[in-house]
C-alpha cells in the first residue's frame, strides 16, 4: 500500500491570488499543485493569516477541489506580527511542526517552498535540514508561457545528509588548509599555539579589523602576518597588496613621509610627491612591525587614519584615503609602554581587540622537530642538494636542542642559521655527529654572548647537561670557588661560613673534598684545568 502524500505550505499572497474567469490562465502555484499527473496531492496544509488572506485561502481551496477533488486541504492560521522577522518565523513554524501529529509510517511529507517570504523558505529549509520537518523540500516553477491547464514544473529536494556531511568534510578540510597555510605548511605540535592558529584563521577570514602580535623577535610575527594577508587574499578579501615596515627603521620627518606620503616641497629634498606606505596598502593589508617605536606624532597620525581612513600627507592641506587592513607586531610590552607615557593608549585600545602573543621557540619544544625538518628542506629546495641527518646526529641535536640549556635567544632566525650552518659543511648529505657537535659548541657559545662562561659545562661537557639542574647550578657555584680560590680549605672555608661555627669538627676541605667526588672531580683536577676555563 503507497503511503499518502501530505504537503505543507504557505499560502502565496501574491502568487496565488486571482479572480474571475482569467484567474486559471495565471499560474498560481499552490493551486498548481493539485494539476500535476505525476505528483499525487493527498493532503495540504496549507499556513496563512486567517484575519487578512482568509477569503483568498477559501477561493484556492475551492479551486484545488475543482482541480483535484481527491485532495484535502486544511487551513491553518499562522499569524505572524513580522513575516521578514527571522526567530520569531522560525519560533512560530517550529512550534507548529511541534504539535502536529506526524505519521512517518503512513505518510510522505514535503514543505513547499515556493510560496512566502524568504525568510519563511529559509525557515523551512532549517527545519527540514534538522530534521524537525521529517520530510523533503518540493519546488515548483510556472511553464514557460502562462496557459490554462499548464501546471508548470516541480522537483523534490532531499536534504540526504550524508551529502551534506560530504560538505562539512570539505568545509572542515578547506578550514585545515588555511591553518596550515598560517603555520607555514609546518605540522606543529605545541597545544596552545595550536589553538591560537585556529582562533586566528576564524578572525582573519571574519574580520577585518585590526590585529596585535606580540612576541620576542624572531617568534614570527612578520611571517604569519604575510600568511594572513595569503589567506585573506585566496577568499577574495583583500585585492590590494601586503606593505611592511619596521617602525624601529623610522626616524625624524622621514618617518612622518615614510609612512603617510609627501607632497613636492614639503621639506629640503622632497623633489616630488610620494604616496606614502599607508596609501600603498589601500584595499591592501598594512604590517607595522614593532609598532611600540613609532614617534607620538606618528602615532596620532596612524590613530586617525585607522578610525576615519583619511590622513593629510606632509606638507599638503588636502586629504587623502586608505583603506587598509592592520596588523601591528611588537617585542614590547605596550601596556608598559602607556603606563610611562610612551605610546597612546587610545591607540593601544583601537589595536587591543585581536592580540595575540607568538611563544618564543623555546617554550614550543615540541615543534622543534618539525621545524627543523622543515628548515633543512627548505634549505635542500633553494640549494637544490637533498642533505640529511644521519640517525644519531639527529637525536643528539635535537637532545641539545629541546633541552633548557637551548635558550633560542633569536627564535626561529637561530634555528635556520644553525640548519644552514650545518647542512652547508655536511660531507655527501649527510651531518654527522661531529658537525652536530662543532654546531651545538657554536651555539652555546652563541647565547652567552658578553656572559661569564660556564666553567662547569667547559670542565664537565656533556656529563654536565645530564645533571638535574637543582644539582648543576649548586655544583656551578661549588667550582666558581675553587677556582679563585689558592687551596681547598680556603674553598671550603667560603663555601661552608655559615655553617662551621655550628659544628664541632671545622675540617671543611673534606666536607669539599667528599662533595666533589659525588660528581667525580676532585681539587687536583680543577686547579689543572682552571688555565683553561
Known sequence: MSKRQVVFGML???????????????????????????????????????????KLAQ?????????????????????LVDPWEFEGVYARLHDFLASYPFLPDEEDYYVHITTGTHVTQICWFLLTESRHFPGRLLQTSPPRKQASGDPGSHAVIDLDLSRYDHIAQRFAQQQLQDRDLLKGGIATRNPAFNRMIEQIETVATRSRAPM?????????????????FELKKNKHQLPGRFVEVNCATLRGDGAMSTLFGHTKGAYTGASGDRAGLLRSADKGLLFLDEIGELGADEQAMLLR???????????????????????????????????????????????????????????????IEPNLEFELERWSREQHERVRFNVEARARYLSFATSSEATWRGNFRDLGASVVRMATLATAGRIQIDGVDAEITRLRAQWRGGEEA??????????????DRFDRVQLEDVVRVCLRSKTLSAAGRELFAASRTQRASTNDADRLRKYLARFDLDWGHLRNHAPLL
Open 12 to 54: 502565496g499572497t501574491q502568487l496565488d491570488a486571482g479572480s474571475g474567469p482569467g484567474r486559471w490562465e495565471k499560474w498560481r502555484p499552490t493551486v498548481a499543485l493539485g494539476m500535476h499527473e505525476d505528483f499525487q496531492l493527498d493532503r495540504l496544509e496549507l499556513l496563512l493569516d486567517q484575519r487578512r488572506f482568509g
Open 59 to 79: 477561493q484556492v481551496k475551492d479551486d484545488l477541489a475543482q482541480v483535484s477533488p481527491a485532495s484535502e486541504v486544511r487551513l491553518h492560521d499562522n499569524y
Open 212 to 228: 596585535l602580535l606580540m612576541g620576542p623577535t624572531g617568534a614570527g610575527k612578520s611571517q604569519l602576518a604575510k600568511r594572513v
Open 305 to 367: 587614519a585607522l578610525e576615519e581612513k583619511r590622513f593629510l600627507p606632509v606638507g599638503s592641506d588636502r586629504e587623502v584615503e586608505s583603506d587598509f587592513q592592520l596588523i601591528a607586531g611588537t617585542n614590547r610590552d605596550l601596556q608598559d609602554d602607556v603606563r610611562q607615557g610612551r605610546f597612546r593608549e587610545d591607540l593601544l585600545a583601537r589595536l587591543n581587540l585581536w592580540t595575540y602573543r607568538l611563544p618564543g621557540l623555546a617554550e614550543r619544544s615540541e615543534d
Open 454 to 467: 660556564s666553567p662547569l659545562i667547559a670542565l664537565m661537557g656533556d656529563a654536565a647537561l645530564a645533571l
